[in-house]
């Protein structure tokens, strides 16, 4: 098998051969159809995350087919259609596993952070965290949808349900969950970099009722905010937007610090609260609605072996939509 590993944060990716893995007992081994690229992705590779696996295959937006079956897992079939998202194994014994919030488990494995993930031709994944996938979708298509659909979904239920909801970083994440928006009759507010008019018309494509620079102020006061991109000042800025009683939800698993603020922005039953990966129910609640809200993803597609190009797209935000790596 081919793999594109990171042996040291702050190092370029380098592409490697490996024996073909066997799975074990309660594991499958996953041919690499797509794997989509996640800023989460960007934070092992740079360092912001800590106590990765080393040497580590980034990429946990797989969708593949199954290859081969440990000796203990049923229930799928060589050749069917998976995915393989962030959560790659819980205790299932830990508090948090025991009262439905896996998603904050105390002894997790993560792909492509703390198990080897989807930058590759083959993957291995514990069966118990893998989707099956209905057969027709293209697999570049449907690869963002294993994270920045399923954490944007989380972020997005726990946005409440208020008509005017704000987007904080219009990426992969935003992207998707706008449609879902739309969809559902809400007013989406598109907050981007000050002047990009690409990534502002891009939502605006989308659904999106307004869009403009993350220092504007919108039309409307906001039910609430999802923030997605890494930046710790738009906290302060969208709790200016959110009306009284508000939330602002920060999506990302790792942001610049938080600028001190008045606490008159938090005042009146404001919050502020993060989300923290995900759990098997918002992947099956949101596989479920996802056909139903018509959702199409816009990729740009990478060969494996141009990962790191990947990541520097992603990075320097030169990107629309989700950047997916095809092995
Ligand atoms: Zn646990
Ligand atoms: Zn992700």
Not at 35 to 50: M, N, Q, Y
Not at 207 to 213: D, E, K, M, S, T
Not at 264 to 284: G, I, K, Y
Not at 316 to 326: D, E, H, K, P
């Amino acid at each position: 098998m081919r793999a594109m590993v990171l042996d040291a944060p702050g190092h370029p990716l380098v592409m490697r051969g490996r024996p073909l893995p066997a799975p074990d007992a309660n594991a499958i081994l996953v041919a690499v159809a797509a794997c989509g690229v996640c800023r989460t992705d960007l934070h092992v590779v740079d360092g912001e995350l800590p106590h990765p696996k080393l040497p580590i295959v980034p990429g946990h937006e797989i969708v593949g087919r199954v290859a081969g079956i440990g000796a203990n897992v049923f229930g799928f079939s060589i050749g069917q259609r998976v995915g393989v998202p962030w959560l790659g194994h819980t205790c299932g014994v830990c508090p948090y596993c025991r009262s439905g919030r896996e998603n904050l488990c105390d002894a997790p494995l993560f792909t492509g952070y703390t198990r080897d993930g989807g930058y590759a031709s083959h993957a291995v994944a514990d069966a118990a965290f893998c989707f099956p996938l209905p057969e027709g979708g293209d697999d570049a298509e449907t690869a963002p949808l294993l994270c920045a659909g399923l954490i944007g979904w989380r972020s997005y239920r726990i946005a409440g349900e208020g008509a005017a909801l704000g987007l904080y970083g219009f990426g992969a994440a935003a992207h998707i969950i706008a449609q879902v928006a739309a969809w559902q009759g809400r007013r989406v507010h598109a907050f981007t970099r000050a002047g990009d008019a690409e990534a502002q018309g891009f939502a605006r494509s989308l659904g999106a009722v307004w869009a403009g620079g993350s220092d504007a102020t919108p039309p409307e006061p906001l039910d609430a905010a999802i923030i997605f991109a890494p930046v710790g000042a738009l906290v302060p800025a969208a709790l200016k937007t959110v009306k009284k009683g508000g939330r602002v939800v920060c999506a990302g698993i790792h942001m610049s610090d938080i600028p001190r603020f008045p606490y008159s922005l938090l005042w009146e039953e404001r919050q502020v609260v993060s989300v923290a990966n995900l759990t098997r129910q918002d992947a099956h609640e949101f596989f479920a609605i996802a056909p139903q809200a018509g959702i199409k993803t816009t990729v740009v597609r990478y060969p494996l072996d141009r990962a790191n190009d990947a990541l520097s797209d992603l990075r320097s935000g030169r990107l629309q939509g989700a950047a997916v790596l095809i092995p």
